[in-house]
């Protein structure tokens, strides 16, 4: 019986260190991607966030062309089928993402060229982490060459811009507005 419980201590223990102490077991991500998330994001944090007007919600057939006002697209007519959640290194239909956006999920823009292993497993680590139809969170690279910064976060009508990456504001940007797009949210 000893034996069983000295067991589990020594599991409960090891999955304490993976989870808590080692930053996650992601590689060199500090824990909080796999954290769960808070009702609202820090005000301070998302200070930053600008807010647009919507451009509609409707769909129209794949491979029509596509225009918006902002870029990347925060709202407006977009194709069927929604981008997955996931860390994607080749851009994807911007038709495609206004859709995800649609279903809740955070879009993250990232310039390659700013990229390090340590970032990469972060924002791997979000993506795995927050997965499904209403509350994904997507990784592509930025398609534009003349953007305002390394990072860009974007939901549903709202966009925010990092210089540096910090997950800490990633965290918060998807406490405020991951699962709460406009056609089912979850959150």
Do not use: C
């Not at 067991?7 to 769960?36: K, W």
């Not at 495609?96 to 279903?103: K, P």
């Not at 974007?154 to 210089?163: F, K, L, P, S, V």
Request: glycine share 12%; aromatic share 10%.
């Amino acid at each position: 019986m000893a034996a069983g419980v000295v067991g589990v201590v020594i599991a409960v223990g090891a999955v304490i260190y993976v989870t808590q102490l080692s930053g996650g077991g992601g590689g060199g991500t500090d824990g909080i991607e796999s954290a769960a998330l808070n009702d609202k994001g820090d005000s301070d944090r998302l200070s930053e966030v600008e807010q647009f007007p919507s451009e509609g919600r409707q769909h129209v057939s794949s491979g029509q062309e596509l225009s918006y006002a902002q870029s990347p697209p925060l709202s407006g007519p977009h194709y069927s089928r929604a981008v997955e959640g996931g860390f994607y290194e080749n851009s994807q239909p911007a038709g495609n993402i206004v859709h995800a956006l649609e279903h809740g999920a955070v879009v993250i823009y990232y310039n390659e060229s700013a990229m390090n292993e340590s970032v990469r497993a972060s924002l791997q680590a979000f993506a795995d982490n927050h997965t499904g139809t209403w509350r994904s969170v997507i990784v592509v690279p930025q398609e534009n060459e003349s953007v305002e910064a390394d990072y860009t976060l974007t939901a549903w009508r709202n966009r925010m811009y990092m210089d540096s990456y910090d997950a800490q504001t990633v965290y918060e940007f998807l406490s405020e507005f991951l699962g709460r797009g406009p056609e089912n949210p979850v959150r």
